[in-house]
């Protein structure tokens, strides 16, 4: 027989509930709790706070863990963490807060963010924090670092905008470069370039919402405002670096800057896709005895004609060989670091293959070489190695796939913080939690 139940009568019931009952045992909450204690956060905001004046503060723990949940469980705003954790009794454990406890408003932690741990860098030493729990756990093998970009749409209008003239943003490894051109012209009896003029402004789209963002267009991707966040992990997916500029810079100006974030760990190898490909890099890598480890790229160039690989260079006599056998003397050493080799007009303009050579009305075939070109070409040799083919695969497994994470569950993909300093706490956050879920649950795992 069917008994039909009223569910208001239950609703309506009163009962002795303990909230640690409550919470499952193998909750991910629970989890989090006992693999890292949160009082390290007061000795970081301490004097951010007075224990004689003012009116009672909240505990700043408490403060902190709020965004924890937030980027854990992949809420999209900070209004709606609020209210979820009014109504789910895990959240309310997690933060120390009883059932009948008031949750503190929506605005709480952006106000003490900017008044008390904006300039703490709360969030980049809570990263430090987890990321050396997880090295003293003995989880991180950091010989191998696998290193990319991702770009974050920012919360900017696209049809909001100025166009301003903006200074160019110096080359990595710049004054090197340029005493090393001048190494070289001289050692080919040239004269010294004189110093470089101050380079003109280039024209930029500035977001009116968000300045510190950048108009960022690849391929087919719809042209948005959005910034570039760096990330580094080692070979086991644990994230070990991280730094965010304007999505219009590119990876190879960025790296120089999470590099010195990488070096302390002293890695043997870096693993980086073609955005990192570049004889400066190499160059950089191997002079730090780091092996570099990069894609296979396909030459460019218009189908048909001669590619760079068809010339071949002879660092002996310091000239280029033309496919037909036909020598290419040097010529110069140009601004931009690359040495130019011209053919012989007379004998280029009676050849087959001058088509596909050159379109050169003076029949002059130019190929230019980077004085670092042999950095590169060391990169290959290397790429071609036993293992290294496998090594670089390896980026599906950890790089490539905590960013697949981060996107599918913790609002990687965009952002609704306003600013570069505040984008910064967000990726570092979001990579924090990404390694306490993993150390939380690998500790529950193995003890």
């Known amino acids: 027989m069917f008994n039909q139940v009223n569910p208001e009568s239950k609703r309506s019931q009163i009962g002795f509930y303990c909230l640690e009952?409550?919470?499952?045992?193998?909750?991910?909450?629970?989890?989090?709790?006992?693999?890292?204690?949160?009082?390290?956060?007061?000795?970081?905001?301490?004097?951010?706070?007075?224990?004689?004046?003012?009116?009672?503060?909240?505990?700043?723990?408490?403060?902190?863990?709020?965004?924890?949940?937030?980027?854990?469980?992949?809420?999209?705003?900070?209004?709606?963490t609020i209210k979820d954790i009014e109504v789910n009794?895990?959240?309310?454990?997690?933060?120390?807060?009883?059932?009948?406890?008031?949750?503190?408003?929506?605005?709480?932690?952006?106000?003490?963010?900017?008044?008390?741990?904006?300039?703490?860098?709360?969030?980049?030493?809570?990263f430090k924090h987890i990321l050396q729990q997880c090295i003293?756990?003995?989880?991180?093998?950091?010989?191998?670092?696998?290193?990319?970009?991702?770009?974050?749409?920012?919360?900017?209008?696209?049809?909001?905008?100025?166009?301003?003239?903006?200074?160019?943003?110096?080359?990595?490894?710049?004054?090197?470069?340029?005493?090393?051109?001048?190494?070289?012209?001289?050692?080919?009896?040239?004269?010294?370039?004189?110093?470089?003029?101050?380079?003109?402004?280039?024209?930029?789209?500035?977001?009116?919402?968000?300045?510190?963002?950048?108009?960022?267009?690849?391929?087919?991707?719809?042209?948005?405002?959005?910034?570039?966040?760096?990330?580094?992990?080692?070979?086991?997916?644990?994230?070990?670096?991280?730094?965010?500029?304007?999505?219009?810079?590119?990876?190879?100006?960025?790296?120089?800057?999470?590099?010195?974030?990488?070096?302390?760990?002293?890695?043997?190898?870096?693993?980086?896709?073609?955005?990192?490909?570049?004889?400066?890099?190499?160059?950089?890598?191997?002079?730090?005895?780091?092996?570099?480890?990069?894609?296979?790229?396909?030459?460019?160039?218009?189908k048909g004609n001669f590619r760079s690989k068809d010339f071949e260079y002879d660092s002996f006599s310091d000239t280029i060989t033309c496919p037909l056998g036909s020598k290419l003397p040097y010529s110069t050493t140009t601004r931009q670091g690359y040495r130019e080799y011209k053919s012989n007009p007379s004998i280029c303009q009676h050849c087959p293959l001058l088509s596909k050579c050159t379109q050169s009305k003076s029949h002059q075939k130019v190929v230019i070489r980077h004085i670092w070109k042999d950095a590169l070409e060391y990169c290959e040799d290397i790429r071609l190695e036993p293992g290294m083919k496998e090594m670089y695969q390896h980026r599906k497994e950890t790089i490539e796939r905590l960013f697949g994470t981060a996107k599918e569950y913790h609002n990687f993909r965009y952002t609704r913080e306003i600013g570069k300093s505040k984008m910064s706490d967000k990726v570092g956050l979001t990579l924090a939690c990404l390694n306490l879920k993993k150390l939380a649950k690998m500790k529950a795992e193995w003890g």
């Open 89 to 126: 009794v895990a959240y309310r454990w997690f933060l120390g807060l009883k059932l009948e406890d008031k949750v503190p408003h929506f605005s709480t932690y952006g106000k003490n963010y900017v008044r008390r741990f904006q300039d703490k860098q709360l969030i980049e030493e809570i």
């Open 21 to 80: 009952d409550l919470v499952p045992e193998n909750h991910l909450l629970r989890q989090i709790e006992s693999s890292i204690d949160f009082s390290f956060i007061y000795g970081i905001v301490k004097d951010s706070y007075s224990s004689t004046t003012g009116r009672p503060s909240l505990d700043p723990v408490m403060l902190v863990k709020i965004p924890i949940i937030q980027t854990l469980y992949g809420i999209r705003s900070m209004r709606q």
């Open 136 to 302: 003293f756990a003995g989880y991180v093998d950091a010989s191998e670092l696998f290193v990319d970009g991702t770009h974050i749409k920012a919360a900017a209008n696209n049809k909001k905008y100025t166009s301003e003239l903006v200074e160019k943003q110096a080359k990595f490894m710049s004054e090197e470069l340029e005493n090393e051109i001048n190494i070289d012209r001289e050692c080919h009896s040239k004269k010294p370039l004189k110093p470089a003029k101050k380079e003109k402004p280039v024209k930029k789209k500035i977001s009116t919402t968000d300045p510190e963002s950048g108009w960022f267009h690849k391929g087919e991707h719809k042209e948005v405002f959005a910034y570039n966040a760096q990330v580094a992990c080692d070979k086991n997916g644990w994230s070990v670096a991280y730094c965010v500029e304007a999505g219009n810079i590119h990876d190879s100006q960025i790296f120089p800057t999470l590099f010195e974030k990488l070096e302390r760990f002293d890695p043997l190898f870096i693993v980086a896709d073609a955005g990192y490909k570049t004889p400066t890099i190499a160059h950089f890598l191997l002079e730090k005895e780091i092996t570099p480890v990069f894609p296979y790229t396909r030459p460019r160039g218009k």
